[in-house]
């Protein structure tokens, strides 16, 4: 075959015998197409938001953590120094009960119960959750931009950045008072009871996580309100470590109805101990913190949603 009538032969396949280049033989994708089977374990999908928000926070708080452990020595100090700032509150209690033998009606065993569970709760949302303290300068300054920038969940960054693994000499604290009163009370315990104390632990802890957002989301629009937020965080903690029979009934009705606060110990704690709910408060409301933790999220869902569609940046 000389130059002339030489056929060339594309990539496709070789020339049939009239002369014209034959089909290409058909190939194998070199992947599944991103909708098919694959491997046969089907189609990969996305994660979804609170899966993708999970894996922000904690590659966010594992690095702070990270760094954190870095400093060994550093750390333990600052976690003791956690440890005995908060027992100083439960110091007052016990020197109060040195003096007297009951506060309201309720035993020293009984309103270290409350301390307990109440101490627990705020320091796993403190711990998860207390970076949002820092919501307002964000703001002012506008550093919240950068976390804007980044394809990650906006909440989920903010709550992890500046993680402070010391917070959790408050959990300790919180759970070493309670175990104490758990020794201490004369309680006949049930299946239901037992099953109740962690249940009020955990939803007490999202509650106060919940009203954390709720106070970050009102910094949208006024960023030196930080202090109105801690009015009802560290101050409904405070609240909480005492019997509600001291407390005059208006202000126990506005932690049940306006601010659900007293869901966090206050009625689960009051079955748990055999006592009598507020006046005006039916009983069945001691059972009803995993629902309100539930609607107490989805509000704060929404104000946080509200607040970040508002967010205009510095304008500098």
């Given at each position: ?8 032969v ?7 015998p ?11 994708p070199d ?21 993708e ?7 966010v708080?594992?690095m ?5 452990m ?6 333990a ?6 440890f ?24 020293f ?17 403190d ?5 949002l ?23 989920a ?8 693994l ?32 962690p ?19 009102a ?17 409904g ?17 506005g932690?049940?109805?306006v ?13 748990v101990?055999g006592?009598p ?5 039916p ?34």
């Amino acid at each position: 075959m000389d130059e002339a009538t030489r056929t060339r032969v594309p990539s496709g396949g070789a020339p049939g015998p009239d002369g014209a280049p034959a089909p290409a033989p058909d190939r194998a994708p070199d992947r599944a197409p991103a909708d098919g089977p694959r491997g046969g374990r089907g189609p990969r999908r996305a994660p979804g938001l609170w899966g993708e928000s999970w894996r922000t926070y904690r590659m966010v708080a594992g690095m702070w953590i990270r760094s954190t452990m870095t400093y060994r020595v550093s750390f333990a100090l600052t976690l003791v120094n956690s440890f005995c700032a908060t027992f100083f509150d439960f110091v007052v209690i016990l020197l109060m009960f040195g003096q007297v033998k009951g506060l309201g009606g309720f035993s020293f065993a009984e309103v270290a119960f409350l301390y307990g569970t109440t101490g627990t709760a705020f320091g796993i949302a403190d711990l998860t959750m207390g970076s949002l303290q820092r919501m307002g300068a964000r703001v002012r300054d506008g550093s919240l931009d950068t976390f804007l920038m980044r394809p990650a969940p906006l909440l989920a960054q903010v709550a992890g950045d500046k993680f402070a693994l010391r917070r959790f000499g408050r959990v300790a604290q919180g759970l070493m008072v309670l175990v104490w009163s758990l020794c201490l009370l004369d309680v006949e315990w049930s299946p239901l009871r037992l099953l109740l104390l962690p249940v009020t632990v955990v939803s007490g802890a999202v509650i106060f996580g919940a009203v954390m957002v709720l106070g970050a989301s009102a910094l949208f629009w006024m960023q030196d309100a930080a202090e109105v937020t801690n009015a009802f965080t560290y101050g409904g903690n405070t609240l909480l470590q005492y019997p509600p029979t001291i407390f005059a009934q208006d202000l126990v009705r506005g932690v049940v109805y306006v601010v659900p606060l007293a869901f966090v110990n206050w009625l689960p704690a009051l079955y748990v101990l055999g006592r009598p709910a507020p006046a005006g408060v039916p009983e069945w409301t001691a059972f009803a913190s995993p629902l309100v933790a539930a609607v107490c999220c989805g509000i704060a869902g929404l104000a946080w949603r509200a607040g970040v569609r508002a967010y205009r940046s510095t304008g500098s």
